[in-house]
């Protein structure tokens, strides 16, 4: 297996983010998003040397972000802002490839965990793995998709001891 190298550029615009994990919440973002890119199934379709921007923001932001980019006029809970790059013929360069964006909204994610009773670090390294998926291609448009995708989003939880999101009566409830 090729060794990836993973620039997580993080930019803090809501002082809230800082409480929201145990740690460092900068590592924990490497850990999950290195973890998806450095999966057996995507580690080949990936360049070894990458970068991705994460910015950890509020529903004000990630609201105008869905309105203006997706002409959805409402917060959400995370935006994911691929680059416009054929990674197939990227994946050889020794060159640093930004593969995107990832936008966090911290009241909507606090929302969720609170409406849905999961555990903060659960949800967010999820959503963290799900939309750096959503930044090397994966989408959910069909059931195809959505399987092959969740597939992932599973193997790469349960390595950290993080049940299936996507079972109602797992362990995954607080």
């Known amino acids: 297996m090729k060794e990836l190298s993973v620039d997580v550029q993080v930019s803090l615009e809501d002082s809230r983010w800082k409480k929201v994990v145990d740690g460092s919440i900068e590592s924990f973002l490497q850990t999950y998003i290195r973890a998806t890119l450095s999966h057996p199934d995507v580690v080949g379709q990936v360049?070894?040397?990458?970068?991705?921007?994460?910015?950890?923001?509020?529903?004000?932001?990630?609201?105008?972000?869905?309105?203006?980019?997706?002409?959805?006029?409402?917060?959400?809970?995370?935006?994911?802002?691929p680059?416009?790059?054929?990674?197939s013929t990227m994946k050889n360069?020794?060159?640093?490839?930004?593969?995107?964006?990832?936008?966090?909204?911290?009241?909507?994610?606090?929302?969720?965990?609170?409406?849905?009773?999961?555990?903060?670090?659960?949800h967010l390294a999820h959503l963290i793995i799900h939309s750096t998926l959503h930044l090397i291609g994966y989408d959910h448009e069909t059931d195809s998709d959505a399987e092959q995708m969740e597939s992932l989003e599973v193997d790469i939880l349960h390595q950290y001891n993080i049940p299936n999101p996507y079972e109602s009566d797992t362990p995954y409830m607080v």
């Open 83 to 87: 680059q416009e790059v054929d990674l």
């Open 93 to 122: 360069l020794d060159a640093c490839v930004l593969l995107g964006d990832i936008v966090l909204s911290i009241e909507t994610i606090q929302l969720e965990v609170i409406q849905q009773q999961k555990l903060m670090h659960h």
């Open 47 to 81: 360049p070894k040397t990458m970068e991705v921007s994460v910015v950890l923001t509020n529903d004000e932001e990630i609201r105008e972000l869905n309105r203006d980019y997706r002409g959805k006029d409402k917060p959400t809970n995370v935006l994911s802002f």
